[in-house]
C-alpha cells in the first residue's frame, strides 16, 4: 500500500490547485481522476461554453460588418471545424493540467476513487493510504424523472454534437439553458425554451426582462409556467408533450438543464458516515472539513457556490491552511460576481433590488439604458443597460448590475472597487475613460429611482 500525506479526490480546479499547492508545501500528494484532468470547468463546461459563446458572436459581427463599410461575399459555417478547434484547446488545457500538477510532485492515478475507510482510498486496483484527504469530485447534470428522458441530452453531449440541430428544445432556464438557447439561435438552430416559472432566477428583474427581450430578438421561442411531461421518438425526431397546455413539440434534441447534483453516489460516503446535506451534497464546516478529522471537500461536490473561482480559492486555502506555515484568511462567499454569457452577456455583483431591501432601508438606484457608439451606424441596436444599489445612509455601492457587451469584463472590475467599499462619490471622482460603454458608471449625475423598504 502506498502512503500519501494528502489524496486529493478529482482533477478539477479545485482539486488540482489543493493537490499542487499541498505537493509545494512539501506534502506526498496522490490525485485521483476517473476522467480527464480539468474537471467540468476545462473539458465540460465554462472554457467549451466560452469557445462556443466566441463563436456565436460572430452571427452579430458579420451582420454589422456592412455598416462598417465591410462586404464579405460568400460565407459559410464549418461547425466540424469549431469543434475539432475547441476540442484541440481542451486537449492542451488539459495536458497543463497534469503536467503543471506532475511538476510539483502529484502522483495522479488515472482512475475512480472509493473511499474504503477515513484513511484508505481504493483507486482501481490500488490501495492508498492518506493521512488526509479531500473530495473535490464536482457536480454532474441533475436527469429529467420523465418518460422519454433518454432521448435527451446535458451540457457534456451538447458541446459534442456531430451537427448543429434544425431544431433545438431546451429544459430549464437557468445559466446553462439561456447560455446554449443563445449559442444555438446564433448558430443557426431553431430555439425553444421551456421554462418551468421564470427565467433565471435571482438575478435583478431588469436584467431578467433584457434577457426575455433580446431572446425573443435571438428567435427563441419561449414556454412559460410549462414542463414536459413525456418525450418519445419516431424517426430520429423527440416529440415533446408539454404539462399544461398538453401541447406537442418536436425536436431533433432535446437539452436538458435543470441544475447540477454533487458527484457523492459512488465514493461510499454513507458507510463512512459522512454527512450530506438535504441536497445530498457534503456537508463541511467553515474550514472545509467534514464530519470526520482528516476528510476535507471543496467546490462543487459541496453545492454551496458553484464557481470554479470559489474551488479554486478553496483548494488553495485549504492546503495552505493543512500543510503550509501561514495561517490564511477564510474564503468568503460573499459578494461573489457572477455572469451568464448570454448575447449580449449579463453580470451582476451583490444582490438585486428586491433583496437588497431586506437588508437595507433606503436604496439609491444609479441606472442608465443607452445604445452604446459601437451600435449608433447599425441597424440592428443592442442595448446596454447599467445599474448600482447605493446604500442612501452612507452611499457606499453594494450591488452593480449590467446587461451588455463585455458586462463580465466590466462588472469584474467593478468587484473590487465594491470589496473595498467604496462609494457613490468614489464613482463620480473617476475620472472617465472616453469614449468607452464603462465611463457611464462614473458619469452619474444623480440616482434615477429611490427605494425604500415598506
Ligand atoms: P441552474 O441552477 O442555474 O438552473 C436550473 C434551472 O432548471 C432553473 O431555471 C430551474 O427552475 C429549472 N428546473 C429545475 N428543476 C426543473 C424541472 N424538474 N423541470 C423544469 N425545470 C427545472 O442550473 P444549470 O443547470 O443551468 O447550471 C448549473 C450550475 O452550473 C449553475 O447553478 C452554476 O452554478 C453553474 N454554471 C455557471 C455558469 C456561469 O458562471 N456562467 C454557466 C453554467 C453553469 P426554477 O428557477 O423554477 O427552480
Given at each position: 500500500?502506498?502512503?500519501?500525506?494528502?489524496?486529493?479526490?478529482?482533477?478539477?480546479?479545485?482539486?488540482?490547485?489543493?493537490?499542487?499547492?499541498?505537493?509545494?508545501?512539501?506534502?506526498?500528494?496522490?490525485?485521483?481522476?476517473k476522467?480527464r484532468?480539468?474537471?467540468?470547468?476545462?473539458?465540460r463546461?465554462?472554457?467549451?461554453?466560452?469557445?462556443?459563446?466566441?463563436?456565436?458572436?460572430?452571427?452579430?459581427?458579420?451582420?454589422?460588418?456592412?455598416?462598417?463599410?465591410?462586404?464579405?461575399?460568400?460565407?459559410?459555417?464549418?461547425?466540424?471545424?469549431?469543434?475539432?478547434?475547441?476540442?484541440?484547446?481542451?486537449?492542451?488545457?488539459?495536458?497543463?493540467?497534469a503536467?503543471?500538477?506532475?511538476?510539483?510532485?502529484?502522483?495522479?492515478?488515472?482512475?475512480?476513487?472509493?473511499?474504503?475507510?477515513?484513511?484508505?482510498?481504493?483507486v482501481?486496483?490500488?490501495?492508498?493510504?492518506?493521512?488526509k484527504?479531500?473530495?473535490?469530485?464536482?457536480?454532474?447534470?441533475?436527469?429529467?424523472?420523465?418518460?422519454?428522458?433518454?432521448?435527451?441530452?446535458?451540457?457534456?453531449?451538447?458541446?459534442?454534437?456531430?451537427?448543429?440541430?434544425?431544431?433545438?428544445?431546451?429544459?430549464?432556464s437557468?445559466?446553462?439553458?439561456?447560455?446554449?438557447?443563445?449559442?444555438?439561435?446564433?448558430?443557426?438552430?431553431?430555439?425553444?425554451?421551456?421554462?418551468?416559472?421564470?427565467?433565471l432566477?435571482?438575478?435583478?428583474?431588469?436584467?431578467?426582462?433584457?434577457?426575455?427581450?433580446?431572446?425573443?430578438?435571438?428567435?427563441?421561442?419561449i414556454?412559460?409556467?410549462?414542463?414536459?411531461?413525456?418525450?418519445?421518438?419516431?424517426?430520429?425526431?423527440?416529440?415533446?408533450?408539454?404539462?399544461?397546455?398538453?401541447?406537442?413539440?418536436?425536436?431533433?434534441?432535446?437539452?436538458?438543464a435543470?441544475?447540477?447534483?454533487?458527484?457523492?453516489?459512488?465514493?461510499?460516503?454513507?458507510?463512512?458516515?459522512?454527512?450530506?446535506?438535504?441536497?445530498?451534497?457534503?456537508?463541511?464546516?467553515?474550514?472545509?472539513?467534514?464530519?470526520?478529522?482528516?476528510?476535507?471537500?471543496?467546490?462543487?461536490?459541496?453545492?454551496?457556490?458553484?464557481?470554479?473561482?470559489?474551488?479554486?480559492?478553496?483548494?488553495?486555502?485549504?492546503?495552505?491552511?493543512?500543510?503550509g506555515k501561514?495561517?490564511?484568511?477564510?474564503?468568503?462567499?460573499?459578494?461573489?460576481?457572477?455572469?451568464?454569457?448570454?448575447?449580449?452577456?449579463?453580470?451582476?455583483?451583490?444582490?438585486?433590488?428586491?433583496?437588497?431591501?431586506?437588508?437595507?432601508?433606503n436604496?439609491?438606484?444609479?441606472?442608465?439604458?443607452?445604445?452604446?457608439?459601437?451600435?449608433?451606424?447599425?441597424?440592428?441596436?443592442?442595448?446596454?443597460?447599467?445599474?448600482?444599489?447605493?446604500?442612501?445612509?452612507?452611499?457606499?455601492?453594494?450591488?452593480?448590475?449590467?446587461?451588455?457587451?463585455?458586462?463580465?469584463?466590466?462588472i469584474?472590475?467593478?468587484?473590487?472597487?465594491i470589496?473595498?467599499?467604496?462609494?457613490?462619490?468614489?464613482?463620480?471622482d473617476?475620472?472617465?475613460?472616453?469614449?468607452?460603454?464603462?465611463?457611464?458608471?462614473?458619469?452619474?449625475?444623480?440616482?434615477?429611482?429611490?427605494?425604500?423598504?415598506?
Amino acid at each position: 500500500m502506498q502512503e500519501f500525506d494528502l489524496v486529493v479526490l478529482g482533477g478539477g480546479s479545485g482539486g488540482v490547485r489543493a493537490a499542487r499547492i499541498a505537493a509545494m508545501h512539501g506534502a506526498k500528494v496522490a490525485l485521483c481522476e476517473k476522467d480527464r484532468m480539468g474537471g467540468t470547468c476545462v473539458i465540460r463546461g465554462c472554457i467549451p461554453k466560452k469557445i462556443l459563446f466566441y463563436a456565436a458572436q460572430y452571427k452579430s459581427i458579420l451582420g454589422n460588418a456592412g455598416a462598417y463599410g465591410w462586404k464579405i461575399k460568400g460565407i459559410s459555417k464549418n461547425y466540424i471545424e469549431l469543434i475539432k478547434n475547441k476540442n484541440l484547446e481542451l486537449k492542451r488545457l488539459e495536458s497543463i493540467y497534469a503536467k503543471n500538477s506532475k511538476k510539483a510532485g502529484v502522483k495522479i492515478f488515472y482512475n475512480e476513487a472509493v473511499l474504503k475507510s477515513q484513511n484508505i482510498v481504493n483507486v482501481g486496483n490500488k490501495q492508498l493510504l492518506a493521512k488526509k484527504i479531500i473530495i473535490a469530485t464536482g457536480g454532474t447534470p441533475k436527469d429529467l424523472d420523465i418518460e422519454g428522458k433518454e432521448y435527451c441530452i446535458n451540457s457534456d453531449q451538447v458541446m459534442e454534437l456531430k451537427k448543429i440541430p434544425e431544431h433545438l428544445s431546451i429544459i430549464g432556464s437557468g445559466y446553462i439553458a439561456i447560455e446554449f438557447a443563445f449559442i444555438f439561435a446564433a448558430l443557426g438552430s431553431n430555439v425553444t425554451l421551456i421554462c418551468r416559472k421564470s427565467l433565471l432566477r435571482g438575478f435583478d428583474d431588469d436584467l431578467i426582462s433584457l434577457i426575455k427581450d433580446s431572446l425573443a430578438l435571438n428567435g427563441v421561442k419561449i414556454y412559460y409556467n410549462e414542463e414536459v411531461k413525456k418525450i418519445s421518438l419516431k424517426k430520429n425526431i423527440k416529440k415533446l408533450v408539454l404539462k399544461s397546455s398538453n401541447k406537442t413539440l418536436y425536436s431533433n434534441e432535446v437539452l436538458v438543464a435543470i441544475g447540477r447534483v454533487a458527484n457523492v453516489k459512488k465514493l461510499n460516503l454513507k458507510k463512512l458516515g459522512i454527512k450530506l446535506t438535504k441536497q445530498e451534497a457534503i456537508k463541511v464546516d467553515i474550514n472545509l472539513k467534514t464530519n470526520l478529522n482528516n476528510i476535507f471537500a471543496i467546490g462543487d461536490v459541496t453545492d454551496r457556490m458553484n464557481l470554479t473561482p470559489v474551488a479554486i480559492a478553496e483548494g488553495q486555502f485549504l492546503s495552505d491552511r493543512l500543510f503550509g506555515k501561514l495561517k490564511m484568511k477564510r474564503v468568503s462567499l460573499k459578494n461573489i460576481g457572477t455572469a451568464v454569457f448570454s448575447s449580449p452577456p449579463i453580470s451582476s455583483i451583490g444582490p438585486n433590488e428586491k433583496e437588497a431591501l431586506k437588508t437595507y432601508k433606503n436604496l439609491d438606484v444609479y441606472e442608465s439604458k443607452f445604445t452604446s457608439l459601437k451600435y449608433s451606424i447599425v441597424n440592428k441596436k443592442i442595448p446596454t443597460y447599467i445599474k448600482l444599489l447605493v446604500n442612501s445612509n452612507n452611499k457606499r455601492i453594494i450591488a452593480a448590475h449590467m446587461f451588455g457587451e463585455e458586462a463580465p469584463e466590466i462588472i469584474q472590475v467593478l468587484a473590487i472597487a465594491i470589496q473595498a467599499n467604496a462609494t457613490i462619490n468614489h464613482f463620480n471622482d473617476t475620472m472617465a475613460i472616453h469614449p468607452t460603454v464603462a465611463e457611464e458608471f462614473v458619469t452619474f449625475k444623480a440616482p434615477s429611482r429611490k427605494l425604500k423598504r415598506v
